[in-house]
């Protein structure tokens, strides 16, 4: 379970809603997305993506909790969790998955400890001979 | 060499003089007093005691008496001292108390840490904060550098440290930014939380706005966007206490 912002003292960077943010977003601490990021979100944390909020470009962080929407490519080296209201629109890949019902994912994932195979900055992926899903997946 | 800057129009902080002396004599930290009035305010008086070579100079007062000595000691050789009389949490955290007695006892054991300021103009600096504050949202742009936000916000707090955030050595300026200004109400307390608030920690920011907006160091307006913040890492030579603060989870 990926934790809960709102609850640390840390220097948490968090995008609020009504907001939007252009060009490649990086820290080292956990972000918190509420509004609206065109371009890369990185960090070195978690990212949490909001209900209300929405990313067009790739996510990177150890861990990743999706309540919105994602339209680019994930790398999240710990795990990915997806709620019911989550929608990504791009590859995944991590070590840990879990999609709950009525989130809605369409592309690939690759799970396991193999090497990045996912380039974030590219909306295509190269072909890979890793464990993948099928291309295109949709929970509702 | 100490130099004490005191603000003897304000009546709380008139009544007390004599007490504070006395225990800075007890102390062994005696020294000359600048007195602040309509002609000479407390940079003023800061600037003149760094022309005659004080070493040290105390600021006793409020946020405002303090930040407007640390702007004139900025990348001076002089070290600040203070004495917080109604300054807010942050700074009585930065210094390690928010007690007369104890704060006198600090000036005495001499524990100086040189801490980041921030800058608005050449001759504007800041210790705590400097905000931007609309009547209303206005279309606002500030950029970072590598990434830029966009909205319309009604106030802008750029500070250098804060409750949650009390470095002020790790060279970053905490962002925060409003839609709407929070209001401490008591029917706002039972309001559903709000997402419209943003926070950033980054070391330098220019703010564009639609219409030119009033950034204020204190009650003082320093500049109107657009404009330019950065930070200038250990540029105040500050003394603090000697004891580490304790950690909540120590």
Redesign the interface.
């Known amino acids: 379970m990926i934790r809960d912002l709102s609850k640390t003292?840390e220097?948490?960077?968090?995008?609020?809603?009504?907001?939007?943010?252009?060009?490649?977003?990086?820290?080292s601490?956990n972000i918190q997305i509420?509004?609206h990021v065109k371009?890369e979100v990185s960090s070195e944390g978690t990212i949490i993506v909001?209900k209300?909020a929405t990313i067009e470009g790739p996510v990177i962080a150890a861990d990743i909790l999706i309540h919105g929407t994602v339209k680019g490519n994930i790398v999240a080296k710990s795990g990915l969790e997806m709620t019911s209201g989550g929608k990504v629109f791009g590859d995944i890949e991590t070590k840990s998955l879990s999609i709950q019902s009525g989130a809605i994912f369409i592309g690939k994932s690759i799970m396991g400890e193999e090497k990045s195979k996912i380039s974030p900055d590219k909306s295509k992926q190269e072909k890979t001979t890793g464990k993948e899903n099928q291309p295109e997946m949709e929970i509702e | 060499m100490y130099y004490y800057i005191i603000d003897l129009g304000n009546k709380q902080i008139a009544k007390m003089k004599e007490k504070i002396e006395m225990m800075m004599a007890s102390f062994g930290i005696s020294g000359d007093f600048g007195k602040i009035s309509p002609l000479s305010s407390a940079y003023d008086l800061a600037k003149r005691a760094i022309s005659q070579n004080y070493s040290t100079i105390v600021a006793i007062g409020d946020n405002e008496i303090i930040n407007q000595v640390a702007q004139a000691l900025a990348n001076s050789e002089a070290a600040m001292g203070i004495v917080p009389i109604n300054a807010e949490e942050t700074i009585c955290d930065l210094i390690g108390t928010n007690g007369i007695k104890q704060a006198l006892e600090i000036l005495r054991t001499r524990k100086i840490q040189t801490i980041d300021l921030g800058k608005v103009t050449e001759s504007k600096y800041f210790l705590t904060r400097a905000i931007i504050k609309n009547n209303k949202p206005i279309s606002t742009v500030l950029d970072f550098g590598r990434f830029k936000i966009g909205g319309d916000f009604q106030e802008i707090i750029i500070s250098n440290g804060t409750k949650t955030n009390k470095s002020f050595r790790d060279g970053l300026f905490e962002i925060k930014i409003d839609k709407e200004r929070q209001s401490k109400s008591f029917w706002n307390f039972f309001k559903k939380p709000t997402f419209s608030s943003s926070v950033f920690y980054q070391e330098s920011v220019k703010i564009e706005t639609e219409k030119p907006s009033e950034l204020k160091i204190g009650k003082e307006t320093v500049a109107k966007t657009p404009t330019e913040i950065t930070l200038l890492p250990f540029a105040l030579k500050l003394i603090v206490t000697r004891i580490q603060p304790q950690t909540k989870n120590s």
């Open positions: 003292n220097k948490d960077t968090v995008v609020g809603e009504n907001v939007i943010v252009t060009g490649k977003l990086h820290t601490s509420n509004g371009g909001g209300n």
